[in-house]
Protein backbone atom coordinates (compact mmCIF):
# COMPACT_ATOMS: atom_id res chain seq x y z
CA UNK A 1 0.00 0.00 0.00
CA UNK A 2 2.97 2.31 1.00
CA UNK A 3 4.79 1.57 -2.49
CA UNK A 4 1.50 2.81 -4.45
CA UNK A 5 1.14 5.69 -2.71
CA UNK A 6 4.67 6.30 -3.35
CA UNK A 7 4.20 5.98 -6.55
CA UNK A 8 1.18 8.16 -6.89
CA UNK A 9 3.05 10.77 -5.50
CA UNK A 10 5.58 10.65 -8.02
CA UNK A 11 3.40 10.92 -10.65
CA UNK A 12 1.49 13.60 -9.99
CA UNK A 13 4.55 15.00 -8.91
CA UNK A 14 5.89 14.65 -12.87
CA UNK A 15 2.83 15.95 -14.02
CA UNK A 16 2.78 18.96 -12.03
CA UNK A 17 6.37 19.75 -13.39
CA UNK A 18 4.97 19.30 -17.27
CA UNK A 19 1.54 21.55 -16.29
CA UNK A 20 3.69 24.06 -14.80
CA UNK A 21 7.14 24.29 -15.96
CA UNK A 22 6.34 23.64 -19.88
CA UNK A 23 2.88 25.38 -19.47
CA UNK A 24 2.52 27.61 -16.89
CA UNK A 25 -0.52 28.67 -15.53
CA UNK A 26 -1.59 32.47 -16.65
CA UNK A 27 -1.40 35.14 -13.31
CA UNK A 28 -4.56 35.12 -11.56
CA UNK A 29 -6.82 38.31 -12.16
CA UNK A 30 -5.99 41.34 -9.91
CA UNK A 31 -8.90 43.32 -8.37
CA UNK A 32 -12.23 44.02 -10.23
CA UNK A 33 -11.71 43.30 -14.50
CA UNK A 34 -13.14 44.83 -17.54
CA UNK A 35 -16.54 42.66 -18.91
CA UNK A 36 -16.07 41.64 -22.29
CA UNK A 37 -18.25 45.21 -23.26
CA UNK A 38 -15.95 47.11 -21.12
CA UNK A 39 -12.82 46.04 -23.12
CA UNK A 40 -14.19 46.54 -26.26
CA UNK A 41 -15.51 49.36 -25.75
CA UNK A 42 -12.04 50.53 -24.68
CA UNK A 43 -10.13 49.37 -27.70
CA UNK A 44 -12.47 51.96 -29.56
CA UNK A 45 -10.45 54.87 -27.96
CA UNK A 46 -11.68 57.60 -29.99
CA UNK A 47 -15.09 58.53 -30.70
CA UNK A 48 -17.93 61.66 -31.93
CA UNK A 49 -20.17 63.17 -29.46
CA UNK A 50 -22.85 65.30 -31.74
CA UNK A 51 -24.55 68.00 -29.42
CA UNK A 52 -27.69 68.71 -31.87
CA UNK A 53 -31.08 70.04 -31.12
CA UNK A 54 -32.94 73.13 -30.60
CA UNK A 55 -29.93 75.26 -28.20
CA UNK A 56 -28.16 74.77 -32.49
CA UNK A 57 -30.48 77.49 -33.18
CA UNK A 58 -31.79 79.68 -30.22
CA UNK A 59 -27.76 79.71 -29.85
CA UNK A 60 -27.71 78.82 -25.87
CA UNK A 61 -25.65 75.93 -24.56
CA UNK A 62 -28.83 74.86 -22.36
CA UNK A 63 -32.65 75.37 -23.23
CA UNK A 64 -35.68 75.79 -20.96
CA UNK A 65 -38.08 73.51 -22.61
CA UNK A 66 -40.12 76.48 -23.58
CA UNK A 67 -38.74 76.43 -27.09
CA UNK A 68 -41.14 76.39 -30.02
CA UNK A 69 -40.44 73.27 -31.78
CA UNK A 70 -40.35 75.50 -34.88
CA UNK A 71 -37.16 76.56 -34.21
CA UNK A 72 -35.77 72.95 -34.93
CA UNK A 73 -35.66 72.94 -38.71
CA UNK A 74 -32.16 71.74 -40.61
CA UNK A 75 -31.98 72.72 -44.01
CA UNK A 76 -30.14 70.09 -45.24
CA UNK A 77 -29.46 67.78 -42.31
CA UNK A 78 -26.98 64.72 -43.27
CA UNK A 79 -26.27 61.93 -40.92
CA UNK A 80 -24.41 60.15 -43.84
CA UNK A 81 -22.13 63.66 -44.02
CA UNK A 82 -21.99 63.29 -39.70
CA UNK A 83 -20.49 59.60 -40.16
CA UNK A 84 -18.56 60.08 -43.49
CA UNK A 85 -16.72 62.59 -41.48
CA UNK A 86 -15.99 60.90 -38.10
CA UNK A 87 -15.18 57.63 -40.60
CA UNK A 88 -12.34 60.29 -41.94
CA UNK A 89 -11.42 61.38 -38.55
CA UNK A 90 -10.58 58.06 -37.26
CA UNK A 91 -13.43 57.85 -35.06
CA UNK A 92 -15.30 54.73 -34.19
CA UNK A 93 -18.51 55.88 -33.45
CA UNK A 94 -21.45 58.62 -32.56
CA UNK A 95 -23.19 59.55 -29.61
CA UNK A 96 -26.03 61.56 -30.32
CA UNK A 97 -27.74 64.49 -27.84
CA UNK A 98 -30.99 62.23 -28.33
CA UNK A 99 -32.76 64.56 -25.66
CA UNK A 100 -30.51 67.20 -23.84
CA UNK A 101 -32.36 69.18 -20.84
CA UNK A 102 -34.76 71.30 -22.80
CA UNK A 103 -36.72 67.63 -23.33
CA UNK A 104 -36.98 67.86 -26.94
CA UNK A 105 -36.37 64.39 -28.34
CA UNK A 106 -34.65 64.16 -31.91
CA UNK A 107 -36.79 60.99 -32.74
CA UNK A 108 -40.90 61.00 -32.68
CA UNK A 109 -41.58 59.86 -28.90
CA UNK A 110 -44.80 58.44 -27.88
CA UNK A 111 -44.08 59.69 -24.26
CA UNK A 112 -43.57 63.48 -25.15
CA UNK A 113 -45.41 66.17 -27.28
CA UNK A 114 -41.85 68.17 -27.63
CA UNK A 115 -40.49 66.39 -30.41
CA UNK A 116 -39.41 66.70 -34.29
CA UNK A 117 -43.11 65.33 -34.72
CA UNK A 118 -44.15 69.22 -33.60
CA UNK A 119 -41.49 70.66 -35.42
CA UNK A 120 -41.40 71.56 -39.63
CA UNK A 121 -38.64 69.36 -39.96
CA UNK A 122 -39.72 66.97 -43.00
CA UNK A 123 -42.73 67.88 -42.28
CA UNK A 124 -43.04 66.37 -38.78
CA UNK A 125 -42.30 62.90 -40.41
CA UNK A 126 -38.31 63.05 -39.25
CA UNK A 127 -36.38 60.99 -37.07
CA UNK A 128 -32.40 62.16 -36.81
CA UNK A 129 -31.82 58.49 -34.75
CA UNK A 130 -33.05 56.71 -37.47
CA UNK A 131 -31.08 58.50 -40.33
CA UNK A 132 -27.74 58.59 -37.69
CA UNK A 133 -28.21 55.03 -36.55
CA UNK A 134 -28.62 53.74 -40.35
CA UNK A 135 -25.49 56.40 -41.10
CA UNK A 136 -23.30 54.38 -38.52
CA UNK A 137 -23.89 50.97 -39.62
CA UNK A 138 -23.45 52.11 -43.49
CA UNK A 139 -19.89 53.19 -42.39
CA UNK A 140 -18.64 50.55 -39.82
CA UNK A 141 -19.50 52.74 -36.94
CA UNK A 142 -20.87 52.27 -33.77
CA UNK A 143 -24.07 54.21 -32.18
CA UNK A 144 -24.42 55.45 -29.05
CA UNK A 145 -27.61 58.01 -27.39
CA UNK A 146 -27.28 60.43 -24.93
CA UNK A 147 -30.52 61.25 -22.74
CA UNK A 148 -30.78 63.35 -20.15
CA UNK A 149 -32.74 62.48 -17.64
CA UNK A 150 -33.60 66.21 -16.84
CA UNK A 151 -36.54 67.29 -18.65
CA UNK A 152 -37.66 71.11 -18.50
CA UNK A 153 -40.57 70.76 -20.63
CA UNK A 154 -42.56 67.65 -19.52
CA UNK A 155 -45.07 68.58 -16.90
CA UNK A 156 -44.46 65.28 -15.17
CA UNK A 157 -41.02 65.68 -14.28
CA UNK A 158 -40.64 66.25 -10.27
CA UNK A 159 -42.92 63.71 -9.97
CA UNK A 160 -42.69 59.71 -9.57
CA UNK A 161 -44.56 59.48 -12.41
CA UNK A 162 -41.35 60.79 -14.29
CA UNK A 163 -39.25 57.95 -13.51
CA UNK A 164 -41.69 55.73 -15.18
CA UNK A 165 -42.00 58.04 -18.06
CA UNK A 166 -37.93 58.55 -18.40
CA UNK A 167 -37.50 54.38 -18.16
CA UNK A 168 -40.58 53.84 -21.16
CA UNK A 169 -38.19 56.60 -22.78
CA UNK A 170 -35.18 54.41 -22.28
CA UNK A 171 -37.04 51.38 -23.76
CA UNK A 172 -38.26 53.05 -26.96
CA UNK A 173 -35.30 54.19 -27.98
CA UNK A 174 -32.77 51.71 -27.06
CA UNK A 175 -35.20 48.80 -28.80
CA UNK A 176 -35.78 50.77 -31.82
CA UNK A 177 -32.31 51.62 -33.64
CA UNK A 178 -30.53 48.39 -33.15
CA UNK A 179 -27.55 48.24 -31.18
CA UNK A 180 -26.37 50.76 -28.95
CA UNK A 181 -22.68 50.69 -27.66
CA UNK A 182 -22.63 53.38 -24.63
CA UNK A 183 -25.64 55.17 -23.02
CA UNK A 184 -24.69 58.14 -21.44
CA UNK A 185 -26.54 59.88 -18.45
CA UNK A 186 -25.77 62.82 -17.89
CA UNK A 187 -26.45 63.86 -13.93
CA UNK A 188 -27.82 67.42 -13.85
CA UNK A 189 -30.98 67.71 -12.40
CA UNK A 190 -32.89 71.10 -11.98
CA UNK A 191 -36.11 72.48 -11.62
CA UNK A 192 -39.08 71.45 -14.02
CA UNK A 193 -41.61 73.11 -15.76
CA UNK A 194 -44.00 72.70 -12.11
CA UNK A 195 -41.17 73.61 -10.24
CA UNK A 196 -39.83 70.68 -8.68
CA UNK A 197 -36.80 68.54 -8.92
CA UNK A 198 -36.67 64.95 -9.52
CA UNK A 199 -35.33 62.35 -7.22
CA UNK A 200 -33.93 59.99 -10.11
CA UNK A 201 -34.45 56.30 -9.93
CA UNK A 202 -31.00 55.13 -11.11
CA UNK A 203 -31.99 51.42 -10.05
CA UNK A 204 -34.76 51.61 -12.91
CA UNK A 205 -32.94 53.24 -15.40
CA UNK A 206 -30.24 50.89 -15.54
CA UNK A 207 -32.53 47.76 -15.54
CA UNK A 208 -33.88 49.70 -18.85
CA UNK A 209 -30.50 50.09 -20.46
CA UNK A 210 -29.43 46.18 -18.96
CA UNK A 211 -32.89 44.72 -20.52
CA UNK A 212 -32.89 46.38 -23.74
CA UNK A 213 -29.28 46.63 -24.23
CA UNK A 214 -27.04 44.31 -22.36
CA UNK A 215 -23.70 44.90 -24.09
CA UNK A 216 -24.15 48.76 -23.28
CA UNK A 217 -21.95 50.22 -21.62
CA UNK A 218 -23.54 52.94 -19.18
CA UNK A 219 -21.57 56.57 -18.81
CA UNK A 220 -22.79 58.66 -15.59
CA UNK A 221 -20.07 60.08 -12.91
CA UNK A 222 -20.28 56.58 -11.12
CA UNK A 223 -20.50 54.43 -14.38
CA UNK A 224 -21.09 51.67 -14.06
CA UNK A 225 -19.83 50.96 -17.45
CA UNK A 226 -17.60 54.16 -17.54
CA UNK A 227 -17.07 57.37 -15.62
CA UNK A 228 -16.89 61.42 -16.34
CA UNK A 229 -13.17 62.33 -15.96
CA UNK A 230 -14.04 64.84 -13.83
CA UNK A 231 -13.29 68.23 -16.38
CA UNK A 232 -14.54 69.31 -19.94
CA UNK A 233 -11.56 70.72 -20.46
CA UNK A 234 -9.91 67.34 -22.40
CA UNK A 235 -7.30 65.77 -19.94
CA UNK A 236 -7.18 62.08 -17.87
CA UNK A 237 -5.03 62.23 -14.51
CA UNK A 238 -1.49 61.40 -15.10
CA UNK A 239 -2.57 58.94 -12.53
CA UNK A 240 -5.00 57.07 -13.90
CA UNK A 241 -7.18 54.26 -12.20
CA UNK A 242 -9.61 52.49 -14.23
CA UNK A 243 -11.16 51.40 -10.74
CA UNK A 244 -13.53 53.45 -8.56
CA UNK A 245 -15.05 53.05 -5.55
CA UNK A 246 -18.98 53.85 -6.05
CA UNK A 247 -20.69 52.81 -3.18
CA UNK A 248 -22.74 55.87 -1.54
CA UNK A 249 -22.11 57.75 -4.26
CA UNK A 250 -24.53 59.23 -7.25
CA UNK A 251 -24.41 61.06 -10.63
CA UNK A 252 -24.52 64.55 -10.44
CA UNK A 253 -24.28 66.29 -7.02
CA UNK A 254 -23.25 62.99 -5.35
CA UNK A 255 -20.25 62.16 -7.12
CA UNK A 256 -17.09 61.39 -5.73
CA UNK A 257 -14.86 64.59 -5.81
CA UNK A 258 -13.45 65.81 -9.32
CA UNK A 259 -9.86 64.74 -8.50
CA UNK A 260 -11.12 61.31 -7.73
CA UNK A 261 -12.99 60.99 -11.01
CA UNK A 262 -10.02 62.50 -12.57
CA UNK A 263 -7.51 59.65 -10.97
CA UNK A 264 -9.71 56.96 -9.88
CA UNK A 265 -9.49 55.06 -6.68
CA UNK A 266 -6.25 52.73 -6.51
CA UNK A 267 -7.99 50.04 -4.75
CA UNK A 268 -11.22 50.48 -6.11
CA UNK A 269 -13.93 48.06 -5.72
CA UNK A 270 -15.42 48.80 -9.25
CA UNK A 271 -14.34 48.32 -12.65
CA UNK A 272 -15.25 51.97 -13.98
CA UNK A 273 -12.78 53.01 -16.40
CA UNK A 274 -12.45 56.69 -17.31
CA UNK A 275 -14.00 58.85 -20.61
CA UNK A 276 -12.78 62.58 -21.53
CA UNK A 277 -15.66 64.46 -23.15
CA UNK A 278 -14.21 67.99 -24.44
CA UNK A 279 -15.81 70.31 -27.16
CA UNK A 280 -13.87 71.29 -30.36
CA UNK A 281 -15.34 74.40 -29.70
CA UNK A 282 -15.53 76.36 -26.62
CA UNK A 283 -19.31 75.13 -26.36
CA UNK A 284 -21.01 71.76 -26.93
CA UNK A 285 -23.79 73.27 -29.61
CA UNK A 286 -22.98 75.04 -32.38
CA UNK A 287 -22.60 79.00 -32.86
CA UNK A 288 -22.30 80.87 -35.73
CA UNK A 289 -19.63 83.21 -33.61
CA UNK A 290 -17.43 80.07 -32.94
CA UNK A 291 -17.01 79.13 -36.26
CA UNK A 292 -13.27 80.58 -36.08
CA UNK A 293 -12.68 79.33 -32.44
CA UNK A 294 -11.95 75.63 -33.88
CA UNK A 295 -9.31 74.22 -31.19
CA UNK A 296 -5.93 74.13 -32.92
CA UNK A 297 -3.84 71.55 -33.79
CA UNK A 298 -1.61 71.54 -30.95
CA UNK A 299 -4.28 71.60 -28.94
CA UNK A 300 -6.86 68.42 -30.04
CA UNK A 301 -3.27 66.53 -30.07
CA UNK A 302 -2.20 67.52 -26.04
CA UNK A 303 -5.80 66.79 -25.76
CA UNK A 304 -5.29 63.09 -27.52
CA UNK A 305 -2.10 62.37 -25.34
CA UNK A 306 -3.52 63.98 -21.96
CA UNK A 307 -6.77 61.19 -22.65
CA UNK A 308 -6.20 58.45 -25.01
CA UNK A 309 -2.34 58.44 -23.73
CA UNK A 310 -3.32 58.64 -20.51
CA UNK A 311 -5.58 55.19 -20.29
CA UNK A 312 -9.06 56.98 -20.71
CA UNK A 313 -11.08 57.37 -24.19
CA UNK A 314 -11.64 60.61 -25.69
CA UNK A 315 -15.39 61.59 -26.56
CA UNK A 316 -14.93 64.67 -28.99
CA UNK A 317 -18.26 66.65 -29.79
CA UNK A 318 -18.16 67.93 -32.75
CA UNK A 319 -22.11 69.73 -32.91
CA UNK A 320 -23.85 69.57 -36.12
CA UNK A 321 -24.74 73.45 -37.37
CA UNK A 322 -27.90 74.76 -38.45
CA UNK A 323 -27.72 73.24 -41.81
CA UNK A 324 -27.77 69.85 -39.98
CA UNK A 325 -24.00 69.17 -41.35
CA UNK A 326 -20.20 69.42 -39.58
CA UNK A 327 -19.30 72.54 -39.95
CA UNK A 328 -16.12 72.54 -42.85
CA UNK A 329 -13.95 74.23 -40.40
CA UNK A 330 -14.41 71.15 -38.06
CA UNK A 331 -13.85 68.49 -40.27
CA UNK A 332 -10.87 69.65 -41.67
CA UNK A 333 -9.62 70.38 -38.32
CA UNK A 334 -10.65 66.41 -37.56
CA UNK A 335 -8.59 64.71 -40.60
CA UNK A 336 -5.65 67.31 -39.83
CA UNK A 337 -5.78 65.09 -36.60
CA UNK A 338 -5.80 61.85 -38.05
CA UNK A 339 -3.13 62.67 -40.47
CA UNK A 340 -1.23 64.08 -38.07
CA UNK A 341 -1.87 60.67 -35.44
CA UNK A 342 -1.39 58.16 -38.95
CA UNK A 343 1.95 59.67 -39.26
CA UNK A 344 3.08 59.82 -35.65
CA UNK A 345 1.78 56.09 -35.16
CA UNK A 346 2.89 54.44 -38.39
CA UNK A 347 6.23 52.96 -37.98
CA UNK A 348 6.44 51.19 -34.81
CA UNK A 349 10.64 51.29 -34.09
CA UNK A 350 10.23 47.88 -31.66
CA UNK A 351 9.20 45.51 -34.46
CA UNK A 352 11.74 42.22 -34.52
CA UNK A 353 13.46 43.88 -31.62
CA UNK A 354 14.81 41.10 -28.89
CA UNK A 355 13.69 41.66 -25.63
CA UNK A 356 14.47 39.82 -22.10
CA UNK A 357 12.92 40.38 -18.77
CA UNK A 358 14.32 40.13 -15.21
CA UNK A 359 11.52 37.38 -14.73
CA UNK A 360 9.07 35.82 -16.70
CA UNK A 361 6.59 32.80 -15.83
CA UNK A 362 8.03 30.82 -18.61
CA UNK A 363 6.62 29.68 -21.91
CA UNK A 364 3.66 31.47 -23.34
CA UNK A 365 4.90 35.10 -21.45
CA UNK A 366 7.98 35.50 -22.72
CA UNK A 367 9.16 39.03 -22.58
CA UNK A 368 8.78 38.92 -26.65
CA UNK A 369 5.36 38.90 -26.29
CA UNK A 370 5.32 42.67 -25.74
CA UNK A 371 6.26 43.33 -29.44
CA UNK A 372 4.80 41.03 -31.05
CA UNK A 373 1.34 42.85 -31.88
CA UNK A 374 -0.68 40.74 -30.52
CA UNK A 375 -3.23 42.13 -28.17
CA UNK A 376 -4.29 39.04 -26.23
CA UNK A 377 -0.40 37.43 -26.29
CA UNK A 378 1.45 39.14 -22.74
CA UNK A 379 4.70 39.11 -20.81
CA UNK A 380 3.60 38.21 -16.97
CA UNK A 381 6.80 38.25 -14.37
CA UNK A 382 6.09 35.40 -11.73
CA UNK A 383 3.93 35.51 -8.62
CA UNK A 384 4.53 37.42 -6.41
CA UNK A 385 7.45 39.52 -8.17
CA UNK A 386 6.12 43.41 -8.06
CA UNK A 387 9.54 45.25 -9.70
CA UNK A 388 10.55 43.62 -13.00
CA UNK A 389 12.65 45.48 -15.82
CA UNK A 390 12.44 44.79 -19.81
CA UNK A 391 15.41 45.66 -21.73
CA UNK A 392 14.27 46.18 -25.75
CA UNK A 393 17.24 45.87 -27.81
CA UNK A 394 15.84 47.51 -31.24
CA UNK A 395 16.74 46.04 -35.09
CA UNK A 396 18.86 49.04 -35.67
CA UNK A 397 19.76 52.64 -33.91
CA UNK A 398 16.81 55.55 -34.42
CA UNK A 399 15.45 58.16 -33.32
CA UNK A 400 12.45 58.15 -30.76
CA UNK A 401 10.30 60.58 -28.92
CA UNK A 402 6.97 58.46 -28.48
CA UNK A 403 6.42 55.50 -26.31
CA UNK A 404 3.74 53.65 -26.01
CA UNK A 405 2.86 51.06 -23.09
CA UNK A 406 0.30 48.86 -22.45
CA UNK A 407 -0.94 46.20 -19.52
CA UNK A 408 -3.09 43.40 -20.24
CA UNK A 409 -6.23 44.79 -18.75
CA UNK A 410 -8.23 41.51 -18.37
CA UNK A 411 -6.31 40.77 -15.42
CA UNK A 412 -6.55 44.10 -13.61
CA UNK A 413 -4.53 47.21 -14.04
CA UNK A 414 -1.67 46.63 -11.70
CA UNK A 415 1.21 48.93 -12.32
CA UNK A 416 1.57 51.85 -9.89
CA UNK A 417 5.07 53.18 -11.20
CA UNK A 418 7.10 53.11 -13.55
CA UNK A 419 10.27 54.32 -15.37
CA UNK A 420 12.03 54.39 -18.75
CA UNK A 421 15.67 54.38 -19.70
CA UNK A 422 17.62 54.34 -22.70
CA UNK A 423 21.34 53.45 -23.73
CA UNK A 424 23.74 56.19 -24.81
CA UNK A 425 27.85 56.39 -24.80
CA UNK A 426 27.60 52.62 -23.19
CA UNK A 427 25.20 53.76 -20.45
CA UNK A 428 22.09 53.75 -19.39
CA UNK A 429 20.19 57.03 -19.06
CA UNK A 430 16.86 57.99 -17.74
CA UNK A 431 13.82 58.99 -20.12
CA UNK A 432 10.52 59.39 -18.20
CA UNK A 433 9.12 57.99 -14.86
CA UNK A 434 5.24 57.51 -14.74
CA UNK A 435 2.76 55.94 -12.26
CA UNK A 436 -0.34 53.87 -13.73
CA UNK A 437 -0.43 52.39 -17.58
CA UNK A 438 -3.80 50.95 -17.94
CA UNK A 439 -5.15 49.83 -21.29
CA UNK A 440 -2.99 52.44 -22.87
CA UNK A 441 -0.12 54.77 -22.06
CA UNK A 442 2.09 57.12 -24.31
CA UNK A 443 4.83 59.32 -23.25
CA UNK A 444 6.26 62.26 -25.31
CA UNK A 445 9.58 63.52 -24.71
CA UNK A 446 12.73 65.18 -26.29
CA UNK A 447 13.95 62.75 -28.87
CA UNK A 448 16.47 60.66 -28.17
CA UNK A 449 18.72 58.24 -30.12
CA UNK A 450 19.45 55.05 -29.29
CA UNK A 451 19.39 51.15 -30.06
CA UNK A 452 17.64 49.80 -26.46
CA UNK A 453 15.46 50.73 -23.87
CA UNK A 454 14.88 49.52 -20.50
CA UNK A 455 11.39 49.70 -19.13
CA UNK A 456 11.24 49.37 -15.21
CA UNK A 457 8.38 48.29 -13.36
CA UNK A 458 8.83 50.21 -9.86
CA UNK A 459 5.55 49.14 -8.39
CA UNK A 460 2.66 47.10 -9.46
CA UNK A 461 -0.17 45.74 -7.22
CA UNK A 462 0.43 41.84 -8.30
CA UNK A 463 2.82 40.60 -11.31
CA UNK A 464 2.58 43.12 -14.03
CA UNK A 465 1.67 41.99 -17.22
CA UNK A 466 2.63 44.15 -20.04
CA UNK A 467 0.94 43.24 -23.90
CA UNK A 468 2.50 46.01 -25.47
CA UNK A 469 5.33 48.14 -25.86
CA UNK A 470 5.57 50.73 -28.99
CA UNK A 471 8.75 53.55 -29.79
CA UNK A 472 7.88 55.92 -32.57
CA UNK A 473 9.59 59.16 -33.76
CA UNK A 474 7.50 62.42 -35.06
CA UNK A 475 8.47 65.19 -37.15
CA UNK A 476 4.29 65.93 -38.00
CA UNK A 477 3.70 67.30 -34.63
CA UNK A 478 3.54 71.25 -34.44
CA UNK A 479 5.27 72.19 -30.35
CA UNK A 480 3.26 70.70 -27.80
CA UNK A 481 1.37 73.55 -25.93
CA UNK A 482 -1.51 73.35 -23.34
CA UNK A 483 -5.34 72.92 -24.64
CA UNK A 484 -5.82 75.80 -22.28
CA UNK A 485 -8.52 78.32 -23.55
CA UNK A 486 -7.22 81.79 -25.17
CA UNK A 487 -6.96 84.79 -24.30
CA UNK A 488 -9.79 87.23 -24.53
CA UNK A 489 -8.99 90.27 -26.58
CA UNK A 490 -8.26 92.82 -23.63
CA UNK A 491 -10.81 95.90 -22.92
CA UNK A 492 -10.20 99.56 -24.76
CA UNK A 493 -7.41 101.18 -22.85
CA UNK A 494 -10.56 104.42 -21.91
CA UNK A 495 -12.15 101.55 -19.77
CA UNK A 496 -11.30 101.44 -16.09
CA UNK A 497 -13.02 99.69 -13.35
CA UNK A 498 -14.52 101.98 -10.52
CA UNK A 499 -15.37 98.99 -8.19
CA UNK A 500 -13.48 100.23 -4.96
CA UNK A 501 -10.50 97.79 -3.81
CA UNK A 502 -10.67 95.14 -6.62
CA UNK A 503 -7.40 95.00 -9.10
CA UNK A 504 -9.21 96.11 -12.31
CA UNK A 505 -5.83 95.33 -14.62
CA UNK A 506 -6.56 91.87 -14.01
CA UNK A 507 -10.35 92.20 -15.18
CA UNK A 508 -9.24 94.71 -18.17
CA UNK A 509 -6.42 92.83 -19.92
CA UNK A 510 -8.05 90.03 -21.16
CA UNK A 511 -5.46 87.19 -19.75
CA UNK A 512 -6.98 84.07 -18.09
CA UNK A 513 -4.04 83.85 -15.58
CA UNK A 514 -4.97 86.78 -14.23
CA UNK A 515 -8.72 87.76 -11.85
CA UNK A 516 -10.40 89.54 -9.32
CA UNK A 517 -12.26 88.76 -6.69
CA UNK A 518 -15.18 90.41 -5.62
CA UNK A 519 -17.93 90.50 -2.42
CA UNK A 520 -20.90 89.12 -3.58
CA UNK A 521 -23.71 91.38 -3.65
CA UNK A 522 -20.73 94.24 -4.74
CA UNK A 523 -21.32 94.38 -8.84
CA UNK A 524 -18.76 95.37 -10.66
CA UNK A 525 -19.05 98.83 -12.33
CA UNK A 526 -17.00 99.75 -15.36
CA UNK A 527 -16.72 103.26 -16.16
CA UNK A 528 -15.74 103.52 -19.86
CA UNK A 529 -14.27 106.82 -20.47
CA UNK A 530 -17.05 108.25 -22.48
CA UNK A 531 -19.85 107.42 -23.76
CA UNK A 532 -20.04 104.81 -26.27
CA UNK A 533 -22.32 102.01 -28.28
CA UNK A 534 -21.92 98.51 -26.90
CA UNK A 535 -23.66 95.44 -28.41
CA UNK A 536 -22.60 92.69 -25.56
CA UNK A 537 -20.27 92.05 -23.20
CA UNK A 538 -17.37 88.93 -22.96
CA UNK A 539 -17.60 87.38 -19.88
CA UNK A 540 -14.15 85.47 -19.19
CA UNK A 541 -13.73 83.15 -16.26
CA UNK A 542 -11.53 82.10 -14.14
CA UNK A 543 -10.05 78.96 -15.56
CA UNK A 544 -10.71 76.53 -12.25
CA UNK A 545 -13.86 74.81 -12.16
CA UNK A 546 -13.51 75.19 -8.00
CA UNK A 547 -14.01 79.08 -8.53
CA UNK A 548 -16.42 80.75 -8.02
CA UNK A 549 -17.27 81.89 -11.74
CA UNK A 550 -20.64 83.78 -12.27
CA UNK A 551 -23.65 81.54 -13.32
CA UNK A 552 -26.54 84.37 -13.65
CA UNK A 553 -26.16 87.55 -13.45
CA UNK A 554 -27.86 91.43 -14.74
CA UNK A 555 -26.58 93.75 -16.61
CA UNK A 556 -27.17 97.45 -16.36
CA UNK A 557 -26.12 101.10 -17.74
CA UNK A 558 -25.50 104.05 -17.15
CA UNK A 559 -25.12 107.98 -18.13
CA UNK A 560 -24.07 109.64 -14.99
CA UNK A 561 -22.86 106.34 -13.16
CA UNK A 562 -26.07 106.65 -10.61
CA UNK A 563 -28.94 105.86 -12.33
CA UNK A 564 -29.09 102.39 -14.21
CA UNK A 565 -31.64 101.16 -16.57
CA UNK A 566 -31.46 97.34 -17.03
CA UNK A 567 -30.31 95.69 -20.10
CA UNK A 568 -30.36 91.94 -19.18
CA UNK A 569 -31.63 90.22 -16.04
CA UNK A 570 -31.57 86.96 -15.06
CA UNK A 571 -28.79 86.08 -17.81
CA UNK A 572 -26.71 83.04 -17.28
CA UNK A 573 -23.87 80.67 -18.38
CA UNK A 574 -25.11 77.14 -18.37
CA UNK A 575 -22.52 74.58 -17.66
CA UNK A 576 -19.80 77.12 -16.66
CA UNK A 577 -18.51 75.00 -13.46
CA UNK A 578 -17.48 72.21 -16.44
CA UNK A 579 -16.96 74.07 -19.04
CA UNK A 580 -15.33 77.45 -17.45
CA UNK A 581 -14.59 78.99 -21.11
CA UNK A 582 -15.43 82.65 -22.47
CA UNK A 583 -18.64 83.34 -22.42
CA UNK A 584 -20.32 86.19 -24.19
CA UNK A 585 -23.59 88.01 -23.64
CA UNK A 586 -25.58 89.48 -26.68
CA UNK A 587 -27.61 92.79 -25.93
CA UNK A 588 -31.00 92.51 -27.43
CA UNK A 589 -30.52 95.85 -29.39
CA UNK A 590 -27.59 98.54 -28.85
CA UNK A 591 -26.72 100.12 -25.68
CA UNK A 592 -25.51 103.44 -25.55
CA UNK A 593 -23.77 104.62 -22.31
CA UNK A 594 -20.36 105.61 -20.24
CA UNK A 595 -21.24 102.92 -17.23
CA UNK A 596 -21.74 99.72 -17.52
CA UNK A 597 -22.54 97.08 -14.36
CA UNK A 598 -22.47 93.59 -13.89
CA UNK A 599 -24.16 91.76 -10.94
CA UNK A 600 -23.57 88.99 -10.04
CA UNK A 601 -26.79 86.96 -8.80
CA UNK A 602 -25.68 83.21 -8.74
CA UNK A 603 -21.85 81.52 -8.78
CA UNK A 604 -21.31 78.34 -10.12
CA UNK A 605 -19.85 77.28 -6.21
CA UNK A 606 -22.96 77.44 -3.82
CA UNK A 607 -22.76 79.75 -0.61
CA UNK A 608 -19.94 81.40 -2.14
CA UNK A 609 -19.10 85.05 -0.32
CA UNK A 610 -17.20 86.26 -3.75
CA UNK A 611 -17.36 85.82 -7.44
CA UNK A 612 -14.41 85.55 -9.85
CA UNK A 613 -13.81 87.85 -12.71
CA UNK A 614 -10.71 86.95 -15.29
CA UNK A 615 -11.94 89.64 -17.95
CA UNK A 616 -14.75 91.70 -19.60
CA UNK A 617 -14.59 93.11 -22.65
CA UNK A 618 -16.79 94.81 -25.39
CA UNK A 619 -18.10 91.89 -27.89
CA UNK A 620 -16.63 92.80 -31.41
Known amino acids: MAKTTIATVMSVAFATFITFGCNPVPPSPYGPTPTAAQLEWQKMEYYMFVHFGPNTFTDVEWGDGREDPSVFNPSELD ?21 HHDGFCLWPSRFSTHTVRESPWRDGRGDVLRELSDACREYGLKFGVYLSPWDQNHPAYGTPEYNTVFANTLDEVL ?101 VDVSIRPGWFYSPSTDMQVKPLFALLDIYYKSVGRNANLLLNVPADRRGRIHPSDSARLVEL ?55 VLPRTAQANRLVLQEYIPLGQRVAQFSVEYFLDGEWQPLAMGTTIGYKRILRF ?39 SANMAAAPAAWRVVTS ?34 YGLGYLPAHDMQAPNVSRYSISASDDGHNWRMVVEGGRFDNIRNNPVAQRIEFASPVTARYIRLEAVETAVESSNRYAVAGIAPLK
Not at 83 to 92: E, V
Not at 197 to 217: D, G, I, N
Not at 350 to 369: D, I, L, P, Q
Request: proline letters at 5%.
Open 446 to 484: ATITTDRLRINILRSLACPALNGVGLYFTQAEPDAQSAE
Open 175 to 275: SSYGEVFEQWFDGACGEGPNGKRQEYHWPLFHKSVHTRQPQAVIFSDVGPGCRWIGNERGFAGETNWSRLDTAGFAPGHGSPALDTLNCGNVHGQAWVPGE
Open 338 to 392: RRVLDATFADNLTRGASVTASSTRGKGYEAARVVDGDYDAYWAAADGVCQASLTI
Open 501 to 534: KVDGAAILDGDPATMALLPFGEPLTIDMGGRDTL
Open 79 to 99: CRQWAATASAAGMKGIIITAK
